[in-house]
């Protein structure tokens, strides 16, 4: 099983400030890594598929990178509305797994 | 406009069973493998199931191997989770997910997410 590693657990930014979420797989996964955001009482939402690949209606300011073990979420300018969990998951391999996730908190 | 809705959660002893349904529409529903995903209260995601479009192919978590059975009638647009033997860790809001397009081998990102379904085994 690939065993997904996201840091930190837990960030506290001020909006407009800029924030990293890793993710780190135990084995490589090419690129087959996507990203949700998930606020309290939601369903998740596809953020970026593919490690880099934006989706449609998406705001730009999220963008993805990385390939192989190590993998980058970048949130540029953050707003208030984007307070919420976000998890990575890898397709590569069966089982499919997500990482423990990270939550977004804003100052 | 693209919907999963499920159903059928509930309250059961352990050891007991329940059967989930999603139901799929705004999208051609045999093109795209479907999954169940869980989130136990206050914790992550946790994969339990999918199944391959044409229904042919189907794959479990370990955790539910053996006892959980996924399925889907293409006729109705539907999708469903079949779970046996419940235990107290199988507690979760379980959401039915689509595979995002291109259709590609194995599995791809989930595009769609229904509301959810809650489970709660106790006794």
Redo the contacts between chains.
């Keep these: 099983e690939i065993v997904l590693t996201q840091s930190p657990d837990f960030q506290s930014v001020t909006p407009k400030e800029k924030v990293t979420i890793t993710c780190r797989a135990s084995q490589s996964i090419g690129s087959s890594l996507?990203w949700?955001q998930?606020k309290p009482d939601q369903?998740?939402?596809?953020l970026i598929?593919?490690a880099s690949q934006s989706?449609s209606g998406v705001p730009s300011r999220f963008s993805g990178s990385g390939s192989g073990t190590d993998f980058t979420l970048t949130i540029n300018s953050l707003e208030a509305e984007d307070a919420a969990?976000y998890?990575c998951?890898q397709?590569s391999?069966?089982?499919?797994?997500?990482?423990?996730?990270t939550k977004v908190e804003i100052k | 406009e693209v919907q999963l809705v499920e159903s059928g959660g509930g309250v059961v002893q352990p050891g007991g069973s329940l059967r989930l349904s999603c139901a799929a529409s705004g999208f051609t529903f045999d093109d795209y493998a479907m999954h169940w995903v869980r989130q136990a209260p206050g914790k992550g995601l946790e994969w339990v199931s999918l199944i391959s479009g044409d229904g042919g192919s189907t794959y479990y978590a370990d955790s539910v191997k053996g006892r959980f059975t996924i399925s889907r009638d293409n006729s109705k647009n539907s999708l469903y989770l079949q779970m046996n033997s419940l235990r107290t860790e199988d507690t979760a809001l379980y959401y039915c997910a689509k595979d995002a397009p291109p259709v590609v081998p194995g599995a791809n990102a989930f595009d769609i997410w229904g509301q959810g379904t809650m489970v709660t085994v106790s006794s």
């Design positions: 996507h949700y998930q369903s998740p939402k596809l598929k593919y989706i969990a998890y998951h397709s391999s069966l089982p499919l797994t997500f990482g423990g996730g």
